[in-house]
T-cell receptor, first 114, second 112 residues
Framework: DAGITQSPRHKVTETGTPVTLRCHQTENHRYMYWYRQDPGHGLRLIHYSYGVKDTDKGEVSDGYSVSRSKTEDFLLTLESATSSQTSVYFC?????????????FGPGTRLTVL | GQQLNQSPQSMFIQEGEDVSMNCTSSSIFNTWLWYKQDPGEGPVLLIALYKAGELTSNGRLTAQFGITRKDSFLNISASIPSDVGIYFCAGQLPGSNYKLTFGKGTLLTVNP
């Protein structure tokens, strides 16, 4: 299994509070991704990174920001959490892009916004 | 955005039976990936396919990249209770360097 950890694994927070989720990898993979998983929607890409300090938006990026200051860490921040951001968040990594983009997922963070 | 139609949505089978599920799209894909997700865990990559017509096995699992490049299927032979979980397909569109398109999953239940 790819060495990917996510923290925290569970979090309950209140509407309007900032939240930061962390993804840490030990595989030295260049590409990192944040997804959310919701019933009826499957996995949807929030943001991704193609290198240190290089990030871009995915399909559901509104209300989220990311940062990557080191190869091994990719942070997802909800600036002001809303109930619609209650979800399970997964980090993924891949060693390449293009046609061989095999993505490996972390264990997930379950976030509840009250 | 692009969609992958994954079917069936759920399956209830007896231990020992074979299982087949598939993903179809109106778009051509360069890559097909199959994942399995256990409750409370992240998806685990089972099989990756890169060429049209490619047939790849991983133990009791066999997956194929459709000739038209618009579909893929996954077969599980002689199912066992630990096969229970949600199976996802994912595809990569031409020119989409980073983005995978995911199906909504097939929930598999195996009765011992």
């Amino acid at each position: 299994d790819a060495g990917i950890t996510q923290s925290p694994r569970h979090k309950v927070t209140e509407t309007g509070t900032p939240v930061t989720l962390r993804c840490h990898q030990t595989e030295n993979h260049r590409y990192m991704y944040w997804y959310r998983q919701d019933p009826g929607h499957g996995l949807r890409l929030i943001h991704y990174s193609y290198g240190v300090k290089d990030t871009d938006k995915g399909e559901v990026s509104d209300g989220y920001s990311v940062s990557r200051s080191k190869t091994e860490d990719f942070l997802l921040t909800l600036e002001s959490a809303t109930s619609s951001q209650t979800s399970v968040y997964f980090c993924a990594i891949s060693w390449t892009s293009g046609a061989y983009n095999e993505q490996f997922f972390g264990p997930g963070t379950r976030l509840t916004v009250l | 955005g692009q969609q992958l139609n994954q079917s069936p949505q759920s399956m209830f089978i007896q231990e020992g039976e074979d299982v087949s599920m598939n993903c179809t799209s109106s778009s051509i894909f360069n890559t097909w990936l199959w994942y399995k997700q256990d409750p409370g865990e992240g998806p685990v990559l089972l099989i990756a396919l890169y060429k049209a017509g490619e047939l790849t096995s991983n133990g009791r699992l066999t997956a194929q990249f459709g000739i038209t490049r618009k579909d893929s299927f996954l077969n599980i032979s002689a199912s066992i209770p630990s096969d229970v979980g949600i199976y996802f397909c994912a595809g990569q569109l031409p020119g989409s360097n980073y983005k995978l398109t995911f199906g909504k999953g097939t929930l598999l239940t195996v009765n011992p």
